[in-house]
């Protein structure tokens, strides 16, 4: 490559007889790289008698020799063999440049170029006053125990000093997170990712001598992977790569490991004998024995996955997945209890609250954790530097999330009130003939999530270019329409013929809230590219939450499916108590021993896995309370008509007796 001029150009002429010489200077040249030495005639000159001679001033070092009409690669200088060129091609047209290649420290100064043609000879002065070079070198790879720091090492060499290079920065390699940066002569703990804050520094008394390693404490099995040492200066740029490979496991990572193991082999052997009692007759067995092992079922796996996703949070500093892992496994024990095939063994009062208020608890559990961590996460962005933003989007971010809260909060009032103040359960033989005492959830319910579901589009949309003014305004208006337009059809289904209401309400939960649902959860997925290009993996898990609770936000409006099909009860049932707590098992150990053991960091983030399989379950849960309205109703609607037959037949019995 040939190098650019640097600082001004000169151009030195020298009139002789006959001929001019052009030359130019002060150049510079790049470690490594190539530089062109200009030496031209304006006017061509004859090759058979003319000589040019490149040499070094200060040493006398031959560089190049032309001759007889010939170059002479033989008389250069041993240090200039192989590495200076002449254009041949062009020489005939008086340009007597040469190429130097591989450049040095050591090629600058000064350099002649003489041409001598019959009695008349003339030089001109070239200037190398400048080598510049940035070389970055690194230790390669390096093992570390955890809970011990680890020594990354890099070592920048460059023309400038270290004071003056623009920026040094370590970066993972994998995740493009900032691990720590030194810019403009300054270390900057502040724009460090939070996993490395306090954890990664410099040894700032060795930056002076180039030394930029990075002393990395408390290493953590997340910590395992490639790590980039990246230089920058006005004009170059400089990279090594070093890989770190973290051994052994913490005492936390065998906790984890013995939560997922035992979560694992309770779930196994209970839904084991789980479906052996169902598969008795044996009522007082069934609501005996089976519910001590239906307790076991949901509640031991899913406590000890909720235990298991904490502490492998404190051990990775993997907080957000942590959060939503461990507050999903717990809240399902409610979603679990409600479902339960064997809700009916229960005391009426206490089937009543679950009932009431099991889908609103977990809608609050889940968004109160969830969007806190988020809230969060984006100040810290705010704080570094990283997620910047004026003071009004700060402002819009700190009144969302607190609408987002106070409305998921408002969202259970309705439903402890409802539990509080219906009467209690009737028997089952007589929930078909008065389906109106049966608790269901409120509209107010409903409502309120709906709400709250639209605050926290608005809360993802701070910053995204995907979700400009106008859609956020016609969002604020529009989205509304549809809860509204719910709770209506509610209304006027209750004035109608039961049987043709079923149907318009079965029409509406089945087919128009879902395409509602998708629809929104499709806008929700285009305003998540400023929470994707801050942090990888981010935007996607927010919307696989938003999903699940909108779902949830679906089943408030409907009621519990006591007349649902037993199969396709059982089948809901055990996926969720069994399916969930497995996968989650395996997905947590599995990741922690591939991270762990062999450094992978090719494992998806668990939250998009645990999520959208809860997302899936609950839609199950929806798809039952669907069907159980629908069988309600159409009983009820028969039984109608059948009273009404009877009370038509009664009179016509009377008229004939009374005619008779």
Request: aromatic share 10%; charged share 15%; proline share 4%.
């Amino acid at each position: 490559m040939i190098m650019r001029n640097f600082g001004f150009l000169v151009v030195l002429v020298k009139v002789v007889q006959g001929f001019q010489l052009q030359g130019a200077g002060p150049l510079v040249a790049q470690l490594g790289g190539s530089v062109l030495l200009p030496c031209a005639a304006e006017t061509p000159l004859p090759l058979v008698e003319l000589g040019v001679e490149w040499r070094r001033t200060d040493s006398g070092a031959l560089v190049h020799l032309f001759q007889d009409g010939d170059v002479r690669p033989e008389s250069q200088d041993f240090a200039y063999k192989d590495r200076a060129h002449f254009f041949p091609v062009e020489m005939s047209n008086g340009n007597f440049s040469i190429l130097l290649k591989n450049v040095s420290h050591e090629d600058t100064g000064l350099y002649s170029c003489k041409v001598y043609i019959e009695n008349t000879a003339e030089e001109v002065r070239v200037d190398l006053v400048r080598v510049e070079y940035l070389v970055v070198t690194g230790s390669g790879v390096v093992s570390a125990s955890l809970g011990k720091e680890v020594v990354l090492s890099c070592s920048v060499d460059s023309h400038v000093l270290p004071e003056g290079l623009m920026e040094v920065t370590w970066m993972r390699a994998d995740q493009e997170i900032i691990v720590l940066r030194y810019q403009h002569g300054e270390v900057l703990p502040d724009v460090s990712h939070h996993r490395y804050r306090g954890r990664a520094e410099f040894f700032t008394s060795e930056i002076s001598k180039g030394n930029f390693s990075l002393r990395l404490k408390d290493v953590r099995t997340e910590d395992t992977g490639e790590y980039i040492c990246d230089a920058h200066t006005s004009n170059h740029t400089g990279k090594a790569t070093v890989r770190l490979s973290v051994l052994g496991l913490s005492l936390l990572h065998c906790l984890v490991l013995v939560c997922c193991a035992a979560s694992f082999v309770i779930t196994i052997v209970a839904v084991a004998h789980f479906m052996s009692y169902r598969a008795k007759q044996d009522l007082a067995r069934r609501h005996g024995k089976d519910l001590a092992v239906h307790f076991l079922l949901f509640f031991s796996p899913n406590v000890l996955l909720f235990t298991g996703y904490l502490l492998w949070g404190l051990a990775e500093d993997l907080f957000s997945e942590a959060v939503a892992g461990s507050v999903v496994n717990f809240a399902r024990i409610l979603l679990l209890l409600l479902t339960s095939p064997y809700l009916g063994a229960l005391c009426d009062s206490l089937q009543k609250l679950i009932k009431c208020v099991s889908v609103s608890v977990v809608h609050t559990v889940i968004t109160v954790a969830v969007y806190s961590d988020a809230y969060i996460k984006r100040l810290n962005w705010i704080s570094a530097g990283i997620f910047s933003t004026s003071h009004v989007h700060k402002t819009r971010l700190q009144g969302y999330f607190g609408a987002i809260i106070f409305l998921s909060l408002c969202g259970i009032c309705p439903d402890i009130y409802s539990a509080y103040t219906l009467p209690c359960m009737l028997p089952r033989s007589e929930l078909g003939l008065h389906p109106q005492r049966e608790p269901s959830k409120q509209a107010w319910t409903f409502l309120l999530l709906e709400t709250c579901s639209i605050f926290q589009m608005l809360f993802l949309s701070v910053k995204s270019s995907a979700f400009n003014h106008d859609i956020r305004n016609t969002l604020i208006f529009a989205a509304p329409l549809f809860p509204i337009s719910v709770l209506l059809i509610r209304r006027l289904v209750r004035n109608r013929k039961p049987r043709w209401g079923c149907l318009c309400w079965t029409v509406t939960m089945g087919i128009w809230m879902p395409v509602y649902f998708v629809v929104t959860i499709s806008v929700v997925g285009h305003i998540q590219d400023a929470a994707e290009a801050i942090l990888p993996g981010e935007g996607t898990a927010l919307l696989c939450v938003f999903a699940l609770l909108k779902m949830l936000t679906g089943l408030s409006l409907s009621n519990h499916p006591d007349k649902a099909p037993e199969l396709l009860h059982t089948i809901v049932y055990v996926f969720g108590a069994a399916g969930l707590s497995i996968v989650n098992s395996v997905g947590l150990a599995t990741k922690l021993l591939l991270t762990s053991g062999y450094g992978s960091q090719n494992v998806p983030d668990l939250r998009l896995i645990t999520i959208p399989l809860e997302c899936l379950f609950v839609f199950g849960w929806f798809a039952l309370q669907i069907h159980g309205y629908w069988a309600r109703n159409t009983r009820t609607a028969s039984n109608s008509e059948t009273h009404e037959d009877l009370i038509l037949q009664d009179s016509h019995e009377t008229n004939d007796m009374t005619t008779s």
